[in-house]
T-cell receptor, first 109, second 109 residues
Framework: EDQVTQSPEALRLQEGESSSLNCSYT??????LFWYRQDPGKGPEFLFT???AGEEKEKERLKATLTKKESFLHITAPKPEDSATYLC??????????FGAGTTVTVRA | DVKVTQSSRYLVKRTGEKVFLECVQD?????MFWYRQDPGLGLRLIYF???????EKGDIPEGYSVSREKKERFSLILESASTNQTSMYLC????????FGPGTRLLVL
């Protein structure tokens, strides 16, 4: 069974304090790994897709990396508007998506 | 501007009613998904579809059915609503990127 584990569950940061979120996964055959941002009461917003180990994607203060067993979302010099829940998901070759429980990030000014 | 729309943002139904939740996308994506999201449980896959008239069970299909007669439309049906189906329901599509709809918050009384 495909499994996705995110850590930590919650992360409290000072503005400007860089940090990383972890997404560990086991999947029968990886089609892709996805990162999302979710604000309270809204649907998840797509951030990145990673397809193979060694791949990296960047968007503003966020950078996602992928290895064969885990992915990291690095937040560089975060701002209060980066506060959200960040979700990771893996898609197997049968197209099924499995999500982690998320990491809730709070950035204080 | 690409969009995934869901028929209702908020819905209140009574136990035993048949409930239809509709999702429409304008991105020509093959894959469409229905999830429910509950506090502490994260996103759980109910059903998904990788082509018109094709459907696959996700992790929690009991009490639900789906219909995909056209590529752009994926409907979730609660055959006989129960109070434990009170939840936030999210529709998503997947092509090169993934998009979620805004969600439907369903309350079953």
């Amino acid at each position: 069974e495909d499994q996705v584990t995110q850590s930590p569950e919650a992360l409290r940061l000072q503005e400007g304090e860089s940090s990383s979120l972890n997404c560990s996964y086991t999947v029968s055959g990886l089609r892709g790994l996805f990162w999302y941002r979710q604000d309270p009461g809204k649907g998840p917003e797509f951030l990145f897709t990673l397809y193979s180990a060694g791949e990296e994607k960047e968007k503003e203060r966020l950078k996602a990396t992928l290895t064969k067993k885990e992915s990291f979302l690095h937040i560089t010099a975060p701002k209060p508007e980066d506060s959200a829940t960040y979700l990771c998901a893996v898609q197997a070759y049968d197209y099924k998506l499995s999500f982690g429980a998320g990491t809730t990030v709070t950035v204080r000014a | 501007d690409v969009k995934v729309t869901q028929s209702s943002r908020y819905l209140v139904k009574r136990t035993g009613e048949k409930v239809f939740l509709e999702c429409v996308q304008d991105m020509d994506h093959e894959n469409m998904f229905w999830y429910r999201q509950d506090p502490g449980l994260g996103l759980r896959l109910i059903y998904f579809s990788y082509d018109v008239k094709m459907k696959e069970k996700g992790d929690i299909p009991e009490g639900y059915s789906v219909s995909r007669e056209k590529k752009e439309r994926f409907s979730l049906i609660l055959e006989s609503a129960s109070t434990n189906q009170t939840s936030m329901y999210l529709c998503a599509t997947l092509g090169e990127t993934q998009y979620f709809g805004p969600g439907t918050r369903l309350l079953v009384l």
